[in-house]
């Protein structure tokens, strides 16, 4: 069963970039529905972005529509958040979850109990 492993969270300025990578061990993740979520202390786990398998369809948060952006690196065999103009509010734990049962490759889930497997998180800090 696939494996998300996350990367690239850190502390920056309100305004910077970040990017956060999804690595699959030993999967090819393009196989897999994707989704980013995130969860700030005291709150609920949050759909951030998502990409269909195979057809690589995408769905945004209205929160971060337009400043994230969510894409499949094949050679790295990867999915990746770039994090344009960040705010203080998109302060959390970014977790990256893969649905390994059947996916439509038309659709993109956005519900936290339609992945199955999830990444241990990491961290993103926007100071103002």
């Known amino acids: 069963q696939v494996q998300p492993v996350e990367s690239g969270g850190g502390l920056v300025q309100a305004g910077g970039a970040l990017r956060l990578s999804c690595a699959a061990s030993?999967?090819?993740?393009?196989?897999?529905?994707i989704g980013w979520f995130r969860q700030a202390p005291g709150e609920e786990r949050d759909f951030v972005a998502g990409?269909?398998?195979?057809?690589?369809?995408?769905m945004y948060a209205d929160s971060v529509k337009g400043r994230f952006t969510i894409s499949r690196d094949n050679a790295k065999n990867t999915v990746d958040l770039q994090m344009n103009s960040l705010k203080p509010e998109d302060t959390a734990v970014y977790y990256c979850?893969?649905?390994?049962?059947?996916?439509?490759?038309?659709?993109?889930?956005?519900?936290?109990?339609?992945?199955?497997?999830w990444g241990q998180g990491t961290q993103v800090t926007v100071s103002s």
């Open positions: 979850a893969a649905r390994t049962t059947y996916s439509s490759s038309l659709y993109v889930y956005t519900a936290r109990s339609a992945y199955n497997s």
């Open positions: 030993g999967r090819t993740i393009s196989n897999y529905a």
């Open positions: 990409i269909s398998w195979r057809d690589g369809r995408t």
